[in-house]
C-alpha cells in the first residue's frame, strides 16, 4: 500500500521564483543531495513546498518504546516565496500516519496541516541566520534519530510540555497557585472538579484577550467580588470612566481521578465539541462544567469571553514547574445567544492562549541575579528624580519591604526625569511609585512596597526609642540639608545602616555615602571626609571650587546635592539615570556581604565628555571610624576626629617629650549639629616655643597652611581649633590656658562667621576637649 502522504495533495509550482535568495538555497541543497532536480509544490499564493526523504540512523537494538519512525522518512519543507530568509523555512512531517500523539517537540497543527518539527530550543530564526538549507535537511535527520533513540527529551526525569503556537492572547497566572488549588481539590463546590477564578482582561477593544489572574473566588467570598465585578462592568458598559476593569468569571478544570496522560496533541481544538472531545481524551469530565455555565444563575459573564484553563496530569513533573499538572489554556466564544433553555445550542469557537508567569520578587532577583535584597523593612526617604529611578532599580532587581516616604506631588516637569509616566502626574511621588511596584507584584502575598505621603521626619516624630529600634535600613535621596541635619542628629538609630545618594556639579557628580557600623563614621563625617580629600585629588578640589563659586547663600557650607524638583534646573535625564544605576549596584552588592562593612563608605560618580562623548569614572573611598569625645566644660558640643588628626597629635607628643608641643586643627564646624569635624592636625610652626610646662604657638607659614586647606576644599575646612600637650601634666587647663581661651573668644566673636573656640589638650593617657 502507498504511503498516505500530505503532499499528494498538491499541485506542482510552474512559476519563476522572483526570490533569488530562495532560489539560490534551493540550488545549493540541490548539489548537497546530489544534482537531481528538487520538485516544489503549491502551497498557498504565498507559500511553496520542497517534498524530501531524509535518511534517518535509526538504533540496531529497535526504536524507543517501539516509535514508528522510519529508516526513511518523508518530510516537507515550507518557504515563504517573497519572505524568505527572512521568514525561516519550516519543516513538516509529510506522513499521515506520523506518531505525533507520543513525540514531544512538535508543533500544534494548523488548519488541518500536519505538525511541524520543533528543531532547536530557542528561536529557529536565529539559528537559521547563519546556516544553510543543508543544515536544515540534516538538523531534520538528527531530530528524527533523537526520536527513535528516545533523546527528544534531554531530562528523562522530566516531561517535555506541548509546544504551543498560533496563540490567542496570553493568559497570566501562577502555575503553583493553580497547581495547589488541583492538589487540594479546592472547587467551587464539595465533589465537582472545578474552581471558578476571576480573570481581568487587559487588552484593549481591538487586541486579543489578554487575561490576568486577580483571585480565586469561593462560595464564602462570591457574593463581594461579585459586587465589584458587576459595578466594574456597568461602568465600562456606560462608558463613564476613562478607565475600567473589565473582569471575566473563568474556570479551572482538573481530572478527578489521578490518572496521568502521556500522549501529546497536536490538533488543539478549535469548537465547543472538539473541545469536550480533547478534556476526554485527558480524563477531564466537561459535564459539571458545562451544566454550571448554562443552567446555574451565578455566572454573570458580561463577556462573551470565557477562560478555562484545563489542567492535565502527565506521568512526570513538567519540564520548568514543580508539579505533573500540565496546564492548557483556551477561552471560549460564548455569546449569551448561544445558550438556550440551559444548554449550549452552538457549536462556539474555542482558541488557545500563552501562559505567562506573573512577576515575583524571587522571579525578579533571579532574572537580575541578585541576591535577597533588603530582607528589612526599608525605608526610602525622597521619591525624586534620583530617588524614584534608584528605588526602581531596585524594585526590578526583587527587592521588597519598601516603605516610600515623600510629601511632593508629581508636576509635569517632573516627568522629564522621574521614573514614572504621565498616569502618575498630580498624585504623591511615595503613592505613585509604590503603587507602581505593587503592581509589578501583585500576586506577592507580604509587604511589597508601601506609601508615605509625608516628610522623611515623620519617620521619627512622635515615635520613642523602643519603637525606632524596628527601623534597620534608611536610605535617603531627598538632597535635604534639613532632613540631612535631622538624621544625623536622631539619637535613636545608632543600630540602624543609614545610606545616602545625592548628585552634584550640575548633575556631573554622584555621591553615595554609606556609614559604617553603629554610625561611624556617621554621614556629617563621610561628607567632611569627602571635602578632606580635595586636598589629594584635585578633581575633588576642582568640584567643590566650582560649588563654591556658584552658591548664593550667606553660609560658608556649600548644600552638596541637586535638587531636580525646578523646572528651571537643566538637567538631562539619561544624566541622572546613569548615577542610579550606579547607586543601585552599590547597593546590590552591599546586600551580598554577610557583615557591614564597618568602615564607612563614599562611592562617586562621575560623567564627563571625551570628545563629545560621555565618559562614566567612579571611585570608591573608604572612611575610618572617628574618635567621638564631648566637650568636658559643655556637654552639648561633640568633636568627631579623624584618626589621621589623633595619630599626628599623639605622635607628636611623644616626639616633643619631655617638652611640650602643639598645633591648631583643620576641620568644619557646624551650629546645627554642635558638632566640630577634625580632618588633620597642623603640628607646631618653626618659630613656636616650648619647655615641659608651657608652649607658645608661632605663626610661621601657618596662615599658608590653613588657606590651602580652605582653598582645596572649596571652603568647606578650614581652621577650627588649638591643640597642646601636657607631657607632665596635668589633665586639664592650666591658667595659662583659661586666659588663651578668653583672648580667642574675644577675638573670634568679632569674625564675619564666629567660631567657638576649641582647645584640645594631650596627655599621655587621654585626649581632654573644652569648647566655649
Not at 516531561?159 to 504551543?164: F, Q, S, V
Not at 517632573?414 to 514614572?420: D, E, K, M, S, T
Not at 572649596?714 to 601636657?726: A, K, M, P, R, S
Amino acid at each position: 500500500m502507498a504511503l498516505a502522504k500530505f503532499s499528494s495533495s498538491l499541485s506542482s509550482y510552474e512559476g519563476q521564483l522572483a526570490n533569488p535568495a530562495l532560489q539560490d538555497s534551493l540550488t545549493d541543497l540541490q548539489q548537497f543531495l546530489g544534482g537531481a532536480p528538487l520538485p516544489l509544490l503549491v502551497w498557498s499564493d504565498t507559500q511553496v513546498v520542497l517534498p524530501l526523504d531524509v535518511e534517518v540512523e535509526l538504533p540496531p537494538l529497535g526504536n524507543y518504546e517501539d516509535l514508528d519512525i522510519r529508516a526513511i522518512e518523508p518530510v516537507f519543507i515550507a518557504f515563504s516565496l517573497a519572505q524568505y530568509p527572512t521568514l525561516p523555512p519550516t519543516v513538516y512531517t509529510d506522513r499521515l500516519d506520523f506518531p505525533k500523539d507520543r513525540l514531544a517537540h512538535l508543533y500544534i497543527a494548523q488548519l488541518g496541516l500536519p505538525p511541524a518539527f520543533c528543531l532547536v530550543r530557542g528561536s529557529i530564526k536565529e539559528w537559521y541566520a547563519n546556516k544553510r538549507l543543508r543544515d536544515v535537511v540534516t538538523r531534520t535527520g538528527n531530530w528524527l534519530r533523537d526520536a527513535a533513540v528516545g533523546n527528544l527529551t534531554l531530562d528523562s526525569g522530566q516531561y517535555d510540555p506541548l509546544r504551543l503556537e498560533g496563540y490567542t492572547g496570553t493568559i497570566i497566572y501562577p502555575y503553583d497557585q493553580f497547581a495547589a488549588i488541583i492538589e487540594a481539590k479546592d472547587s467551587w463546590k464539595p465533589n465537582q472538579n472545578f474552581a471558578m477564578v476571576l480573570f481581568e482582561n487587559m487588552a484593549k477593544e481591538e487586541e486579543k484577550p489578554a487575561f490576568r489572574f486577580v483571585k480565586l473566588i469561593t462560595p464564602e467570598t462570591y457574593h463581594a467580588t461579585l459586587l465589584d465585578y458587576i459595578k466594574a462592568t456597568k461602568e465600562l458598559l456606560a462608558d463613564k470612566t476613562f478607565k475600567v476593569k473589565k473582569y471575566h468569571i473563568g474556570y479551572l478544570l482538573w481530572s478527578s481521578t489521578s490518572d496521568s496522560y502521556a500522549h501529546y496533541s497536536v490538533n488543539l481544538p478549535q469548537s465547543w465539541e472538539e473541545f469536550q472531545t480533547f478534556c476526554t481524551s485527558y480524563g477531564l469530565n466537561v459535564g459539571a462544567l458545562t451544566q454550571f455555565i448554562t443552567q446555574g444563575d451565578e455566572h454573570y459573564n458580561f463577556f462573551p469571553e470565557l477562560p478555562i484553563v484545563c489542567g492535565l496530569r502527565r506521568p512526570k513533573p513538567v519540564i520548568g514547574f514543580s508539579a505533573d499538572l500540565e496546564f492548557v489554556n483556551f477561552f471560549v466564544d460564548l455569546p449569551s445567544s448561544a445558550i438556550q433553555e440551559g444548554q449550549i445550542t452552538t457549536n462556539p469557537a474555542v482558541r488557545f492562549q500563552a501562559h505567562n508567569e506573573p512577576l515575583t520578587l524571587r522571579k525578579a532577583r533571579s532574572i537580575s541575579g541578585s541576591y535577597p535584597l533588603l530582607p528589612v523593612i526599608t525605608f526610602a526617604v525622597g521619591c525624586g528624580a534620583l530617588g524614584s529611578k534608584i528605588i526602581m532599580h531596585l524594585a526590578r532587581n526583587g527587592a521588597g519591604n519598601l516603605v516610600l516616604v515623600d510629601s511632593d506631588k508629581v508636576s509635569p516637569h517632573n516627568l522629564v526625569r522621574y521614573a514614572l509616566h504621565a498616569e502618575a502626574e498630580g498624585n504623591n511621588k511615595a503613592l505613585a511609585l509604590a503603587s507602581t511596584i505593587k503592581n509589578l507584584y501583585r500576586h506577592e502575598p507580604e509587604l511589597v512596597a508601601f506609601g508615605l505621603p509625608q516628610t522623611g521626619e515623620s519617620i521619627w516624630i512622635g515615635k520613642s526609642a523602643e519603637q525606632l529600634n524596628g527601623i534597620k535600613y534608611i536610605l535617603d535621596f531627598t538632597a535635604s540639608e534639613a532632613f540631612f541635619t535631622s538624621l544625623v542628629v536622631q539619637p535613636h538609630l545608632s543600630h540602624a545602616a543609614i545610606n545616602r545618594a545625592v548628585i552634584s556639579d550640575q548633575g556631573n557628580l554622584g555621591i553615595l555615602s554609606l556609614e559604617g557600623t553603629e554610625r561611624n563614621p556617621r554621614l556629617d563625617d563621610l561628607q567632611v571626609a569627602l571635602y578632606a580629600q580635595g586636598k589629594r585629588r584635585p578633581a575633588v578640589s576642582a568640584w567643590l571650587q566650582r560649588e563654591q563659586a556658584t552658591s548664593t547663600g550667606e553660609s560658608t557650607l556649600v548644600t552638596v546635592g541637586v535638587g531636580c524638583n525646578s523646572e528651571t534646573t537643566i538637567l538631562a535625564d539619561e544624566v541622572i539615570s546613569t548615577h542610579a544605576a550606579y547607586v543601585a549596584q552599590v547597593l546590590k552588592a552591599e546586600t551580598k556581604r554577610a557583615e557591614r562593612t564597618a568602615q564607612g563608605q563614599v562611592f562617586l560618580s562621575k560623567v564627563t565628555c571625551f570628545d563629545g562623548y560621555p565618559v562614566l569614572n567612579t571611585e570608591r573611598i573608604l572612611v575610618p571610624k572617628r574618635e567621638v569625645l564631648t566637650a568636658l566644660n559643655d556637654s552639648s558640643w561633640q568633636i568627631r576626629l579623624c584618626p589621621k588628626a589623633t595619630k599626628a597629635v599623639r605622635l607628636a607628643l611623644r616626639k616633643a617629650y619631655p617638652n611640650e608641643t602643639g598645633g591648631v586643627f583643620i576641620g568644619q564646624v557646624n551650629y546645627k549639629t554642635k558638632v566640630i569635624h577634625v580632618v588633620d592636625a597642623v603640628l607646631a610652626p618653626p618659630d613656636s616655643r616650648a619647655t615641659p610646662v608651657c608652649f607658645f604657638r608661632g605663626v610661621e607659614g601657618l596662615p599658608e597652611a590653613i588657606g590651602r586647606a580652605v582653598e582645596q576644599s572649596g571652603g568647606q575646612l578650614g581652621y577650627v581649633g588649638e591643640w597642646h600637650t601636657h607631657p607632665l601634666g596635668p589633665s586639664a587647663m592650666s591658667a595659662t590656658d583659661h586666659a588663651t581661651v578668653r583672648r580667642f573668644k574675644q577675638e573670634f566673636e568679632e569674625l564675619p562667621n564666629p567660631l567657638p573656640v576649641f582647645l584640645l589638650i594631650a596627655t599621655h593617657q587621654e585626649l581632654l576637649p573644652f569648647i566655649y
